[in-house]
């Protein structure tokens, strides 16, 4: 690290929703630049904080302790787009571009490149800003482990431990009573959650985004389960999964977020539908943002460090536009504008899959 270039102050944000390690990035970019001698600011609240100058500046104090603490000390939000701003107008919100004023903010801090932590939403956000001549660092960030260009974003492995546990404790209730307990799990339009917790909690069916399921499928393997004197089964959903010929169950649709839709509600109509074609009482347990929560594992601890202390190094290097990302153990260097508004989900093709099918998991197809 010896050669740092002409940058002495920079700034870090965390956008989109919330995922374990978050802070572990945050203390690995602070500590790692404060080592070189740089100034760093942490903007508060995502994109919104670079629009309304809500910056604080880190020390090595403000990133004690928090390595272990799930969430963000920064705070943040999936709304505030500086590009597509909500503004109250006449008791109304319209729309406006503030980019221009979120540039004027960091440079009143002298401000010279920023590292944004954060999902898809937030990468296209700084894909954009990276063009408009800002100095920009990616970190992926998402339980949804959706990101392309990367094997892995960190707070995948604590969701999926998370979800794994879950069905570890419904299969104990789930033969106790014989029944069918579906658990629904996020990821929404990828079935990362979904394949990884099902596989490691001996689902008996995982419905997938990716895979449109029929329920003949579904049902045809809890009465084989039943002939074979298994009472009861489980069923891990996606809540992005939906059944051929239909559509995503949709709980919201959000205004003013990246996320057009919310989605919800996948598991319990699975559940009602099982239960009135098979007679066996079936019930649904959603996890939500339970997944999101808690303290992150070592794994995501470990990725979230190696992926601060290698944005920190993008930024003395000066090799700006990219996002650092994970291949064969190795932290690598990919353009932003390789993977901004694009997504990375399960291919028919995918080994994990494959061996599902091999052990006689039913992916409703």
């Given at each position: ?66 390595l ?24 109304q ?42 100095p ?41 009573h ?58 891990v ?37 099982i ?69 990375h989900?399960v ?19």
């Amino acid at each position: 690290m010896a050669n740092v270039n002409k940058v002495k102050t920079i700034a870090v944000l965390t956008g989109g929703g919330d995922a374990p390690g978050l802070n572990a990035v945050i203390r690995a970019v602070v500590r790692t630049a404060l080592g070189q001698g740089l100034k760093v600011w942490g903007i508060k609240n995502g994109f919104g904080g670079m629009v309304e100058n809500q910056m604080i500046e880190m020390t090595d104090s403000s990133v004690a302790g928090i390595l272990p603490r799930g969430g963000t000390i920064l705070g943040t939000t999936n709304r505030d787009n500086p590009f597509h701003y909500p503004k109250k107008q006449d008791s109304q919100i319209v729309y406006e571009n503030m980019s221009a004023q979120a540039l004027c903010n960091l440079r009143e801090r002298d401000i010279e490149a920023i590292v944004v932590i954060g999902g898809d939403g937030s990468l296209k956000i700084a894909s954009e800003f990276y063009h408009l001549g800002l100095p920009v660092v990616a970190v992926p960030k998402t339980i949804d482990n959706d990101i392309p260009g990367t094997e892995r974003t960190f707070g995948f492995d604590t969701a999926v431990g998370v979800a794994t546990d879950a069905l570890d404790r419904l299969h104990t209730t789930a033969e106790s009573h014989h029944r069918v307990m579906v658990l629904e799990v996020m990821g929404r339009y990828a079935g990362w959650i979904a394949l990884h917790a099902g596989m490691a909690g001996g689902a008996d069916c995982i419905l997938l985004p990716e895979i449109p399921f029929a329920i003949d499928s579904v049902v045809a393997k809890i009465k084989e389960r039943e002939a074979r004197g298994r009472l009861f089964s489980l069923v891990v959903i996606a809540e992005g999964a939906y059944p051929q010929g239909g559509e995503q169950s949709v709980s919201l649709i959000v205004e003013g977020s990246h996320e057009k839709v919310r989605l919800g509600g996948a598991g319990e109509k699975l559940a009602r539908e099982i239960e009135k074609l098979t007679g066996v009482e079936s019930r649904c347990t959603v996890l939500g943002h339970v997944q999101r929560g808690g303290t992150p594992t070592a794994f995501d601890r470990v990725l979230s460090t190696r992926y601060g202390v290698a944005a920190a190094k993008c930024i003395f290097d000066g090799a700006f536009g990219n996002m650092v990302a994970l291949r064969k153990n190795q932290i690598i260097r990919v353009p932003i504008d390789e993977i901004a508004g694009k997504a990375h989900n399960v291919t028919a093709d995918d080994e994990l899959l494959q061996a599902g099918r091999a052990i006689g998991i039913c992916f409703g197809d």
